[in-house]
């Protein structure tokens, strides 16, 4: 199974930055994609940022030029740098990983989830 480890939440004020890390580990034989989605008290959970195991990435509209995906395929690592962030982006964010795991096939696997608070 894939375990992930997320940090980097927090409270910051409008304008300001923070960055999530999520660890990936256990019996992975390849990640295919790591992302990250958000969940706001009474919505749905949305796809933030999505990166595959080639390097293409994809935003959300809403976070486009303010937020970077990246990751450390050494450390199945991936990151978010959240800058220019606004009361709107808080949320509980969840890293997701799709892995390829020798004997269970692909594997979808969820983070614990980190809240993010931007105080206007």
């Known amino acids: 199974q894939v375990q992930l480890v997320e940090s980097g939440g927090g409270l910051v004020q409008a304008g300001g930055s923070l960055r999530l890390s999520c660890a990936a580990s256990g019996s992975i034989s390849s990640i295919l994609a790591m992302g990250w989605y958000r969940q706001a008290p009474g919505k749905q959970r949305e796809l933030v940022a999505v990166i595959t195991s080639g390097g293409n990435t994809n935003y959300a509209d809403s976070v486009k030029e303010r937020f970077t995906i990246s990751r450390d395929n050494a450390k199945n690592t991936v990151y978010l740098q959240m800058n220019s962030l606004k009361p709107e982006d808080t949320a509980a964010y969840f890293c997701?990983?799709?892995?390829?795991?020798?004997?269970?096939?692909?594997?979808?696997?969820w983070g614990q989830g980190t809240q993010v608070t931007v105080s206007s």
């Open positions: 997701n990983v799709v892995a390829r795991n020798a004997k269970a096939g692909v594997l979808n696997a």
